[in-house]
């Protein structure tokens, strides 16, 4: 199972931190959280949020085998 990190407000909105999901795909994953809950569903699709697989920022689709981790990050700003 691919282990999926919630980073900052992401994971206030999912109530939790790191679960164990079994997905074959990122958008399977995504599909998947958002039939659980549909804020978060909300969350993850919206405007800057970004997706690490194995430490690397992955945009679109990305592949996921047991042994990935899955990392949603908030937007971030700066200065």
């Known amino acids: 199972m691919a282990r999926v990190l ?3 407000r992401l994971s206030d909105v999912a109530g939790w931190r790191e679960r ?3 997905s ?3 958008s399977a994953l995504k599909a998947r959280l958002a039939s659980e809950d549909a804020a978060l569903g ?3 699709s919206g405007p800057g949020v970004q997706v690490a697989l194995d430490q690397v920022i992955v945009r679109g689709e990305g592949f996921l085998n047991p ?3 899955v990392a949603f990050l908030p937007p971030m ?3």
């Open 6 to 8: 919630m980073f900052g």
């Open 20 to 22: 164990e999901i079994d």
């Open 24 to 26: 074959p795909s990122l």
């Open 42 to 44: 909300q969350a993850l």
């Open 67 to 69: 042994r990935t981790e």
């Open 77 to 79: 700003s700066g200065g």
